[in-house]
């Protein structure tokens, strides 16, 4: 028995005493550190011979030990640095995530002067829809009906729906991550996006005859038929001050970082006002008067103010001169939308009655790219309800549609129009920039995703 015990000490305990000595230290965990130690310096030599910043990014969120590695080795900054020698000499501190933002823009932006295009349409409301929002990979669309619906951008699923109180008809509306603001000509709704369903609605009187309306948390400006801006407070529910804009009606509105109110009107002047006295602070005009501003689009990064107007120009102003950096008429007719992506200071989308998608320059007003449907592309459908019931699971919630996948088809800037029949560009009443996608509506009862890829 002392012996058959010997034995099973001996194959136990030689390995371990083995282990000791070698680490160095009590129990096994040295010989673990050391062992550890020489994994992280082989991957972090590993991952300091990538020389994109986003495989590195996609590293990182392997796991824990992978982030640990990239973020204590400064890893980012080195590539940084590698690839931009000059910044080593500057008083900036390096941000990885100011960085991503601007390698991000600047993919888009790429991506949508240079990439193939795909269109995917659905069937999104029971009549029509006329504008639409995107934000954060989400899309808001409504306006024709009494109802708002909320969509992925990705993969267009339906995910909530918002219908406005008293049968009351929409005039403008926005969205954020938590709320969504509507506006009718006399009242501002709001609903919370998640949770139990509640909303709150203005007392009416406060103004008449809203027409467009913008907002910057706690305050949403309303601009009136009239002429006048009203600021009303959200959380308070009240009118806080009225300011006049113009002798006209106000038809858009836009909000700047820098706490100015931006105005369009009908007699094609622009009015700039300083959001909290009232004080009007200048008149941006066009030299193509008479024409109506139809939609306003603000770029904080450069200071400039794009508009689309009745008579098929794009206009753009600097704010910082209040002059007019160019105006081009880029259709010939009405634009009634013009947007960019937030932090993008090289393409502006604009949209019209032609139903022509333009990507301009925002530098030069000069015409990218133009496109339309494909008419020679057969349509792929996805129906969302067959895969469900194909794989086994449950049918979601909300309305039923099939997605259709069609190419776009690029034409030539100064393409005629009137040989290009007019099912293959719809008017596009509404159109919002996200990360290359814009959703386009069409006064229709469809919604329209077109994804920009590299």
Not at 330 to 354: C, E, Q
Request: charged fraction near 20%.
């Amino acid at each position: 028995m002392e012996a058959s015990s010997s034995r099973s000490r001996s194959r136990s305990g030689g390995l371990p005493s083995k282990r000791r000595s070698s680490g160095g230290g009590g129990g096994g965990s040295g010989y673990g550190r050391t062992a550890q130690s020489l994994i992280d310096d082989t991957l972090r030599s590993i991952f300091s011979r990538l020389d994109d910043h986003f495989d590195l990014a996609h590293c990182s969120a392997v796991c824990k030990s992978w982030n640990t590695i990239i973020s204590t080795g400064h890893l980012m900054r080195d590539l940084y640095y590698k690839r931009n020698p000059q910044a080593r000499s500057s008083s900036i501190t390096f941000s990885t995530k100011s960085y991503f933002e601007a390698l991000a823009v600047n993919g888009h932006a790429s991506t949508l002067t240079s990439g193939s295009v795909e269109v995917h349409q659905w069937i999104g409301h029971p009549m029509r829809a006329t504008l639409c929002r995107m934000k954060s990979g989400s899309v808001l669309t409504g306006k024709g009906d009494k109802v708002l619906r909320l969509w992925s951008a990705e993969n267009c699923k339906y995910m909530n729906e918002y219908n406005v109180p008293d049968s009351k008809m929409l005039v403008d509306f926005d969205f954020d991550e938590n709320k969504i603001v509507g506006l009718t000509s006399s009242q501002v709704c709001i609903w919370k996006r998640s949770g139990p369903r509640s909303i709150f609605q203005s007392c009416g009187g406060t103004f008449s005859h809203g027409l467009c309306m913008s907002y910057a948390d706690p305050e949403v400006v309303i601009g009136c038929e009239d002429g006048r801006a009203f600021v009303y407070d959200m959380y308070s529910r009240s009118c806080s001050s009225i300011h006049r804009l113009h002798p006209s009606p106000v038809t858009c509105l836009a909000l700047t970082d820098d706490q100015l109110i931006i105005g369009g009107s009908t007699f094609g002047s622009v009015a700039i006002a300083d959001h909290t006295s009232g004080e009007r602070l200048g008149l941006l005009k066009s030299a193509f008067t008479p024409t109506v501003i139809r939609c306003l689009s603000s770029s904080a990064n450069s200071h400039l103010i794009f508009a689309g107007s009745s008579s098929g120009y794009a206009h753009c102003w600097d704010l910082r001169t209040l002059r007019p950096l160019w105006e081009t008429r880029v259709s010939p007719n009405v634009i009634y939308s013009a947007h960019h992506f937030p932090g993008d200071t090289s393409v502006l989308a604009v949209g019209g009655i032609d139903g022509v998608l333009r990507l301009i320059c925002q530098r030069t007003g000069d015409t990218i790219r133009s496109f339309i449907m494909d008419a020679g592309q057969p349509t792929q459908s996805s129906s969302r309800l067959q895969a469900e019931k194909k794989h086994g699971r449950p049918a979601e919630s909300g309305p039923r549609k099939q997605v259709e996948k069609k190419n776009a088809r690029e034409i030539a800037p100064d393409a005629r129009l009137d040989n290009i029949p007019t099912n293959l560009r719809p008017q596009i009443t509404g159109l919002s920039v996200g990360m290359r996608k814009i959703v386009t509506t069409h006064g229709e009862n469809y919604i329209r995703v077109w994804k920009f890829r590299s």
